[in-house]
Nanobody, 129 residues
Framework: VQLVESGGGLVQAGGSLRLSCATS????????FGWFRQAPGNEREGIAC????????YYADSVKGRFTMSRDDDKRTVYLQMNSLNVDDTAVYYC???????????????????????WGQGTQVTVSA
């Protein structure tokens, strides 16, 4: 099982980035996916999750209206389009998967509350003022 994030970098406040999470080694259709982030000294935060269809997408209040998560079933890749970035978005961003049976579309929780696992290595996003 592999989940590999990419697309992070340094961007000025107000800018945009698009993160990708390429996956392999498991049956794609059985899983929901999530984007999480962790800033130094903070707990890991679930910011966006998606089930097998786009209408099951959930966003945390901190990113709602600015970030868009999507999945490409042919490429086995999930994306996070991040617009209107601000300094509070600075963090390491991770993707993870959870069996669809454990994802209701009503929340996006990191363990131990959520059932997301198989974490990627993360990609750093730094937003400068």
């Amino acid at each position: 099982v592999q989940l590999v994030e990419s697309g992070g970098g340094l961007v000025q406040a107000g800018g945009s980035l698009r993160l990708s999470c390429a996956t392999s080694g498991f049956t794609w259709d059985y899983y929901a996916f999530g984007w999480f982030r962790q800033a130094p000294g903070n707990e890991r935060e679930g910011i966006a999750c998606i089930g097998t269809t786009d209408d099951t997408t959930y966003y945390a209040d901190s990113v709602k209206g600015r970030f868009t998560m999507s999945r490409d079933d042919d490429k086995r890749t999930v994306y996070l389009q991040m617009n209107s970035l601000n300094v509070d978005d600075t963090a390491v961003y991770y993707c993870a998967r959870a069996p669809t049976v454990y994802y209701s579309g009503l929340g996006c929780n990191a363990p131990p509350v959520g059932r997301f696992g198989s974490w990627g290595q993360g990609t750093q996003v730094t937003v400068s003022a």
